[in-house]
Nanobody, 115 residues
Framework: QVQLVESGGGLVQPGGSLRLSCAAS????????MGWYRQAPGKQRELVAT???????NYADAVKGRFTISRDNAKNMVYLQMNSLKPEDTAVYYC?????????WGQGTQVTVSS
């Protein structure tokens, strides 16, 4: 059973950067792809970025060119580097498999972009 714990969120000014981390308690080798998701207040959860075990990546149009997803399978970690942050990036960010599994949702980490 895999458990995922997100960290690294916080308050940042527009144009700033944050790096989110996702620690897996179990091996994620068997998971074909991992993803970062976010949910803003009053909105549905959306997929932000995905990365396969071969490190192929895909991004939502809203974050393309600003966010970078990466993974370290030896450490069971997935990361999301977020640059040039905008107020509309404010949300709770979650990691999960891609496609997501209802068994893997964690508490998420809050990212607030505000001056």
């Amino acid at each position: 059973q895999v458990q995922l714990v997100e960290s690294g969120g916080g308050l940042v000014q527009p144009g700033g950067s944050l790096r989110l981390s996702c620690a897996a308690s179990g091996s994620i080798f068997s998971i074909r792809a991992m993803g970062w998701y976010r949910q803003a207040p009053g909105k549905q959860r959306e997929l932000v970025a995905t990365i396969t075990t071969g490190r192929s990546t895909n991004y939502a149009d809203a974050v393309k060119g600003r966010f970078t997803i990466s993974r370290d399978n030896a450490k069971n970690m997935v990361y999301l580097q977020m640059n040039s942050l905008k107020p509309e990036d404010t949300a709770v960010y979650y990691c999960n498999a891609a496609p997501s599994s209802p068994n893997y949702w964690g508490q998420g980490t809050q990212v607030t972009v505000s001056s």
